[in-house]
């Protein structure tokens, strides 16, 4: 008998109050390490009414304008003016840092120590910035191998954003969300059960003033500035059973900052699956590469998605562990929830075999401490929004499947000597 079932997911605009946060903090990281690729970042930011505040932990040589960045970032967000309800020229800024703890630092400042050494031992030396668990996942629903659910959820949020950047919808203000709900029959989506988007906007539009007729209005606009075009290369569609739903309070004028604090990292499922796949607690935002927590996700999304990529199975699931201060993984795990091609203990050997996954190994296999500078001082605030993964705007090293053929072939060797 065939098994339906809903799974939905959602996303946020650029504007919305964690994600500002999430995109100060990366932009302060990204200043940072443009300067000095050796900065330890442990940047979080709060804002709320009127007020933005960066707090953490940075040990650097590099010095910035914190505030200056702040405001830059709010401001190309589109957060301007009071009709936002929050602005960037007017917005009080405080700074409370620290520098890192000596205690954190010791377990990874082994790299100053040894950089005469080989790579091997290098990256043996230096140990993880923290414990922690991180998950990556990648399946064959969508071309850049995501979850479909995620996938759309960020297409419409971009598309939104887009729109009111480009004046196409001018009333459109910067904060936003939305989300989609997919049916399933047999682990394989199959419809657009609902898509659901809530943006913040002007109380009026032109000459309508009536609260309904400015909703009409919106629903209107969206679906065929914003849905439609999102669908328009995918096979699955919406259709005459597809719910869409906009600002289902009535209005949403009050947004942003005005309407809800924000802090930076609490969106951590919108910047990876989507709840589809598992998250090991940690958020990606304000950390410098030497932090597990983003480094290391980004190696286990390379890893599924290699592995997917490869063929060797429909979807996977890499979960690693860490102890700080100590560089090789505690733990490992591989799972293909029964649609992989060879066993998942064997194709857990091929990924310790093919895959390097000691922090500082993953930091240069990657270029994430010199990435920023090679790119003209802005890299990872452009992954705060929108997800950091099954990105095909962006040229992430974490998303190429160059060890895909590699498995392949070393997969195929596995098959022919178990006959």
Same mark, same amino acid.
């Given at each position: 008998?065939?098994?339906?079932?809903?799974?939905?997911?959602?996303?946020?605009?650029?504007?919305?109050? !964690?994600?500002?946060?999430?995109?100060? =903090?990366?932009? @302060? %990281?990204? +200043? *940072?390490?443009? /300067?000095? $690729?050796?900065?330890?970042?442990?940047?979080?930011?709060?804002?709320?009414?009127?007020?933005?505040?960066?707090?953490?932990?940075?040990?650097?040589?590099?010095?910035?304008?914190?505030?200056?960045?702040?405001?830059?970032?709010?401001?190309?967000?589109?957060?301007?003016?009071? !009709?936002?309800?929050?602005?960037?020229? =007017?917005?009080? @800024? %405080?700074? +409370? *840092?620290?520098? /890192?703890? $000596?205690?954190?630092?010791?377990?990874?400042?082994?790299?100053?120590?040894?950089?005469?050494?080989?790579?091997?031992?290098?990256?043996?030396?230096?140990?993880?910035?923290?414990?922690?668990?991180?998950?990556?996942?990648?399946?064959?629903?969508?071309?850049?191998?995501?979850?479909?659910?995620?996938?759309?959820?960020?297409?419409?949020?971009?598309?939104?954003?887009?729109?009111?950047?480009?004046?196409?919808?001018?009333?459109?203000?910067?904060?936003?969300?939305?989300?989609?709900?997919?049916?399933?029959?047999?682990?394989?989506?199959?419809?657009?059960?609902?898509?659901?988007?809530?943006?913040?906007?002007?109380?009026?539009?032109?000459?309508?003033?009536?609260?309904?007729?400015?909703?009409?209005?919106?629903?209107?606009?969206?679906?065929?500035?914003?849905?439609?075009?999102?669908?328009?290369?995918?096979?699955?569609?919406?259709?005459?059973?597809?719910?869409?739903?906009?600002?289902?309070?009535?209005?949403?004028?009050?947004?942003?900052?005005?309407?809800?604090?924000?802090?930076?990292?609490?969106?951590?499922?919108?910047?990876?699956?989507?709840?589809?796949?598992?998250?090991?607690?940690?958020?990606?935002?304000?950390?410098?590469?030497?932090?597990?927590?983003?480094?290391?996700?980004?190696?286990?999304?390379?890893?599924?998605?290699?592995?997917?990529?490869?063929?060797?199975?429909?979807?996977?699931?890499?979960?690693?562990?860490?102890?700080?201060?100590?560089?090789?993984?505690?733990?490992?795990?591989?799972?293909?929830?029964?649609?992989?091609?060879?066993?998942?203990?064997?194709?857990?050997?091929?990924?310790?075999?093919?895959?390097?996954?000691?922090?500082?190994?993953?930091?240069?296999?990657?270029?994430?401490?010199?990435?920023?500078?090679?790119?003209?001082?802005?890299?990872?605030?452009?992954?705060?929004?929108?997800?950091?993964?099954?990105?095909?705007?962006?040229?992430?090293?974490?998303?190429?499947?160059?060890?895909?053929?590699?498995?392949?072939?070393?997969?195929?060797?596995?098959?022919?000597?178990?006959?």
């Amino acid at each position: 008998m065939s098994r339906h079932y809903f799974f939905t997911s959602e996303s946020v605009t650029e504007g919305h109050p !964690d994600k500002i946060c999430d995109q100060i =903090s990366d932009t @302060i %990281l990204d +200043a *940072l390490l443009a /300067q000095d $690729p050796l900065s330890r970042v442990a940047a979080e930011v709060v804002v709320n009414t009127g007020l933005v505040l960066i707090t953490g932990e940075i040990t650097s040589q590099a010095h910035i304008n914190y505030i200056e960045l702040a405001r830059q970032k709010i401001a190309e967000i589109g957060y301007l003016g009071a !009709d936002s309800g929050f602005s960037a020229h =007017s917005c009080s @800024i %405080l700074i +409370a *840092l620290d520098r /890192q703890s $000596p205690d954190i630092a010791q377990g990874v400042d082994a790299a100053h120590e040894t950089r005469e050494q080989s790579s091997e031992e290098r990256w043996d030396a230096i140990g993880a910035g923290d414990q922690g668990i991180m998950f990556g996942f990648a399946c064959n629903e969508t071309p850049e191998l995501m979850p479909l659910p995620i996938s759309l959820a960020h297409r419409i949020s971009r598309r939104l954003s887009v729109a009111r950047k480009t004046n196409q919808l001018p009333y459109l203000r910067p904060d936003g969300k939305t989300q989609v709900t997919i049916l399933y029959e047999d682990g394989r989506p199959i419809g657009i059960d609902t898509i659901l988007v809530s943006t913040q906007h002007a109380p009026t539009i032109g000459e309508i003033t009536d609260e309904a007729a400015v909703q009409a209005k919106i629903k209107a606009d969206l679906w065929e500035v914003v849905v439609l075009p999102v669908f328009s290369d995918l096979a699955i569609q919406p259709d005459a059973k597809t719910r869409f739903l906009v600002n289902p309070t009535g209005k949403f004028v009050v947004g942003g900052p005005q309407g809800d604090a924000g802090l930076t990292g609490r969106k951590i499922i919108v910047d990876t699956y989507g709840g589809y796949s598992r998250h090991g607690g940690g958020a990606f935002s304000g950390k410098d590469p030497t932090k597990v927590d983003r480094s290391a996700a980004y190696a286990a999304r390379y890893v599924a998605k290699n592995i997917v990529a490869a063929g060797l199975a429909e979807k996977c699931e890499v979960q690693f562990s860490y102890a700080i201060g100590v560089a090789r993984p505690v733990s490992i795990m591989v799972e293909t929830f029964g649609t992989g091609t060879i066993d998942d203990d064997r194709l857990l050997e091929l990924v310790v075999q093919n895959f390097e996954l000691r922090p500082a190994g993953i930091i240069e296999t990657f270029n994430l401490q010199k990435l920023v500078a090679e790119r003209g001082g802005r890299f990872y605030q452009d992954v705060a929004a929108y997800g950091h993964f099954g990105r095909s705007d962006l040229d992430l090293p974490w998303e190429q499947t160059d060890k895909a053929e590699i498995l392949k072939q070393a997969a195929s060797k596995v098959l022919s000597s178990a006959v």
